[in-house]
């Protein structure tokens, strides 16, 4: 990624930004506040069964939603110096010309430092909320890859499985079996964090059923595994009705809303919502598993 090229989309995305739906430009809000209501709540209806959880309250599933959904809809001048991307090779920060930091992970580990050492319970809900919106993020593959999201020649600024809907009722489903997995969470957030991208990352590398490709196809991962990968031979097609090449002379066809989508779209946010109650667990922990967070 050059320099002209890189202040170029800088300078276009900020002048077309008002021209384009909010959700144009990074990550989908909605989404991160579905999955985070479907994780309070199947989270609640485990600590029915398992005394060791403590109950969410509305409130505190309210703080955590609101913040995070303030930090997935931050205002485009955020969202120009401060990516949202997961650096695979070793989860440490990147900066382009020292002025744009083009991975999130000094970010994560400062809010997880807050969370380990505050006292203030409203606080630490607002900060476990932004959180859940990283360990989400990574549930998404643009953002784990990663690759760069932003096609402003294509008046597109972000990937289009970010805006793929959430079937709650099947996602639901999926999780009602999980409340064995959240009371034992991993020992911090930053393995939380790595758990869900690797997931994520072995997801993208699979095949896709009964086709010889692997979804690597839509999201192709860079040879060196701390840089942008790119878009596929499908490209940012996630959803829609794509024709590409694959295998020796033979080609691919997936339809629109293709049943392949939707159960591939269902495991990332099965996982987006396993992680987010991984994170609630290790919050009530931390502030002692008998004292409400409030």
Same mark, same amino acid.
């Given at each position: 990624m050059n320099k002209l090229y890189l202040w170029t989309t800088l300078a276009v995305a900020f002048l077309i930004s008002s021209g384009l739906p909010h959700t144009a430009l990074a990550y989908d809000a909605q989404l991160h506040q579905q999955l985070t209501f479907i994780a309070a709540r199947q989270y609640n209806r485990c600590a029915q069964f398992h005394p &060791?959880?403590?109950r969410l309250s509305a409130l505190d599933t309210r703080y955590i939603v609101k913040a995070n959904v303030a930090q997935a809809d931050a205002?485009?001048?955020?969202?120009?110096f401060r990516w949202n991307y997961y650096n695979r090779k070793d989860q440490s920060n990147r900066g382009t010309f020292g002025i744009i930091e083009t991975r999130f992970h000094e970010r994560f580990n400062e809010l997880a430092e807050k969370l380990t050492q505050a006292r203030d319970p409203h606080r630490n809900l607002r900060n476990l909320g932004r959180i859940v919106n990283y360990v989400q993020d990574v549930t998404s593959p643009a953002h784990v890859v990663p690759v760069y999201?932003?096609?402003?020649?294509?008046?597109?600024l972000s990937d289009r499985f970010d805006r793929f809907p959430v079937d709650t009722a099947r996602v639901e489903q999926l999780v009602a079996d999980s409340? +064995?997995?959240?009371?034992?969470?991993? =020992?911090?957030? +930053?393995?939380?964090l790595k758990e869900a991208a690797s997931n994520t990352l072995s997801a993208v590398q699979s095949p896709i059923y009964d086709f010889p490709t692997t979804w690597e196809a839509y999201w192709k991962l860079a040879e060196e595994a701390d840089?942008?990968? &790119?878009?596929?031979? =499908?490209?940012n097609q996630f959803g829609n009705r794509t024709e590409f090449r694959c295998g020796d002379r033979q080609r691919c066809l997936l339809l629109q809303n293709d049943p392949l989508y939707? &159960?591939? +779209? &269902?495991?990332?946010?099965?996982?987006a919502v396993l992680a987010s109650m991984l994170a609630f667990r290790l919050a009530q922990l931390q502030a002692g598993q008998n004292v409400s967070m409030q």
């Open positions: &060791e959880l403590t205002n485009v001048f955020v969202r120009m999201t932003g096609r402003w020649w294509r008046f597109s409340c +064995a997995r959240v009371i034992s969470p991993p =020992a911090d957030y +930053a393995t939380v840089d942008f990968g &790119e878009y596929g031979r =499908a490209g939707r &159960e591939f +779209a &269902e495991q990332r946010h099965v996982t």
